[in-house]
C-alpha cells in the first residue's frame, strides 16, 4: 500500500440545473510515494481543488475513500496541511504570530521560547527575516504566500496540500518562492500533492505530473514522470534533453483535452475505468 492512496474517488454535486447530479471526476487512484512531490494538472473545472479538499478531508468523497499511512482520512487533521491560492492567513495577526499559531496547535507542550525559536527557523527559510511584526495587509503576495508556506512547512505536516499557492504572484517573485519551495522541501522529504496550472512549474517542482481529462466523469489520462535529475533549477533543467519532451507532451495533452471542453453531464459517467496512461521519456 502507498503512504498516500486515493482509492478509486468519484465526486459528485447537484446539478445546477436542478436535476439529479453531476458527476465531476470518476474513479480517481493515484498511489503516493512517501517523499513523493505530484502535482496535478487540468483544465479549470476537472475537479483539482475538489480533488484536494477530499484528501485534506474538507470535502468527502462520494464514492472511494483516502487512506494515509494506512488509515481512512476523514477530516481535517494537522497531519495534512493546505496552502491556499488566497494565503488565508489571520489579517489581525503578524508574521510571527500567524506561524506560532499552527506551531503551537501542533506542538502544545513546547516551552515559548521552543514555539519562537521554530518559527523564527521558518521565517529565515522564506526570507522573511525583519517582517516578523508585520501584519498581512503589510505585506505583498509574495511575502503573504512566503508566510503560508513557511506556516504549512513549520508544523511538518505528513502531507502538503498546495492549491495553486503561486497563482496571485507575479512571475518574477514565484520563481524565487518556488526555488524557496525546492529548498524547505529538500530539507523535510514532505509527501507534497500540488494543484497547478503552470507547466514550467509541474516540471520543475514534481517528480510525477497527474494530467486530468476534462469533467464531467474526469479522470486522471496519464502519469508523466519527470525523469530530469535533482537538484534542479529554473536555468538549470531548461538545458535538460527531456524538459521540452515533457513540456511539450503536456501541453498537447492540454491543446487536445481542450478541444472537449466544458458540458455539464449526467451522473452516470456510465463507461468502464481506463487505466492512466504512463509517460516516460
Ligand atoms: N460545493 C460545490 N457545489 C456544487 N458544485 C461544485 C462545488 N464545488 C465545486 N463544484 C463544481 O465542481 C467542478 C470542479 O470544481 P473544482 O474547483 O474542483 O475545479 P478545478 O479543476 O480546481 O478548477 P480551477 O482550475 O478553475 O480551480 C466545477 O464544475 C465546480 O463548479
Redesign the pocket.
Known amino acids: 500500500m502507498a503512504f498516500l492512496q486515493i482509492d478509486n474517488v468519484s465526486k459528485y454535486?447537484?446539478s445546477p440545473l436542478g436535476e439529479g447530479r453531476v458527476c465531476?471526476f470518476k474513479d480517481v487512484t493515484i498511489k503516493i510515494d512517501k517523499g513523493e512531490f505530484v502535482t496535478v494538472i487540468?483544465?479549470?473545472?476537472?475537479?483539482?481543488?475538489?480533488?484536494l479538499n477530499i484528501i485534506a478531508g474538507l470535502d468527502e468523497a462520494s464514492e472511494g475513500g483516502v487512506l494515509l499511512g494506512g488509515r481512512e482520512v476523514s477530516g481535517p487533521g494537522l497531519d495534512r496541511m493546505v496552502v491556499f491560492q488566497n494565503f488565508s492567513l489571520m489579517p489581525w495577526m503578524t508574521v510571527f504570530e500567524n506561524i506560532a499559531l499552527a506551531v503551537r496547535s501542533a506542538y502544545q507542550d513546547w516551552e515559548p521560547s521552543q514555539v519562537a525559536a521554530h518559527v523564527n527557523k521558518y521565517i529565515a527559510l522564506v526570507g522573511l527575516k525583519g517582517a516578523e511584526a508585520k501584519r498581512p495587509a503589510a505585506l505583498s503576495g509574495g511575502m503573504k504566500q512566503r508566510v503560508g508556506l513557511a506556516r504549512a512547512f513549520s508544523i511538518e505536516p505528513k502531507v502538503l496540500l498546495l492549491d495553486?499557492p503561486f497563482a496571485q504572484i507575479d512571475a518574477l517573485t514565484r520563481g524565487v518562492i518556488q526555488e524557496e519551495l525546492i529548498q524547505m522541501w529538500n530539507t523535510s522529504k514532505n509527501t507534497v500533492f500540488m494543484?497547478t496550472?503552470d507547466v514550467d512549474e509541474a516540471i520543475l517542482l514534481s517528480d510525477r505530473i497527474m494530467l486530468m481529462t476534462n469533467?464531467p466523469s474526469a479522470r486522471i489520462g496519464e502519469i508523466v514522470d519527470v525523469t530530469i535529475p535533482r537538484p534542479r533549477s529554473r536555468e538549470s533543467i531548461i538545458d535538460h534533453p527531456h524538459y521540452y519532451k515533457i513540456r511539450n507532451h503536456v501541453i498537447h495533452f492540454l491543446v487536445r483535452h481542450a478541444a472537449h471542453a466544458g458540458g455539464v453531464g449526467s451522473a452516470s459517467g456510465g463507461r468502464s475505468v481506463e487505466e492512466p496512461v504512463l509517460v516516460r521519456f
Request: proline share 6%; glycine share 24%.
Open positions: 454535486f447537484p465531476v487540468g483544465h479549470s473545472g476537472c475537479g483539482k481543488s475538489t480533488l495553486e494543484v496550472h469533467g
